[in-house]
């Protein structure tokens, strides 16, 4: 990396279905109080996307072309989770569930002749291993849910070359408030952003990313349903 200031984008995903209150977008905009770490010269972009396939690919296309970021971080809801879940990679097709508006992808694809999958080149494994943040378990997953946040993040590491991410967090519970999810996003941000500036990481990326979290099953109902 350079040593000139960089930004990282960091989305939140707006109401859907009976979720009037996304806690995507709730944990973006406290994480956005919070800010990054101090020693990372890093502006901290955030931004609300509809849980709509046309505008996020308008939207996504142009925080690449526009922002440039260092590393985008789309954070979306998983209505069945209890805990947050990095997702390694995205997929390009399979996307039959309508959004918000009653759409569906052609073919159920995000990009004709893209190829199935797409992984991120931070290590999701190793930064659930790392990350601790008291009162939130944190694990990984390699099967996103097929609707418009795995949507979202295959055209984000189609366009930025594998430097994007996607957490899935749980609905909003006493336990589990919007200000202890933007403590976790703190802190699992900087973890990714420390992971791509060490290049010898990178070269166990493959290797890390092969495992899969056995107690989650990586239903297809978690993130299609929780979306976004």
Known sequence: MDSQPSCVVV???????QYLVNSSWEAVKELSKLGLNSDMEVELRILQLPVDYREVKQRVTRIWEDLQPQLAVHIGLDASAKAIVLEQCAKN????????????????????DGP??????????AVSERAAVEGVEVTFSRDAGRYVCDYTYYLSLHHGSGSAALIHVPPLSRWLPARLLGKALQVIIQDMLEELRKPELKASFAENSTAVLPDRGNQLGDCSFGEN
């Open 11 to 17: 989305t939140g995903f707006g109401p859907f279905r």
């Open 93 to 112: 097709r399979g996307y039959r569930d309508a959004d918000i508006r009653g759409f569906r992808p052609a073919r159920g694809e995000c990009l004709p």
């Open 116 to 125: 199935e999958v797409i992984a991120s080149e931070v290590s999701m494994k």
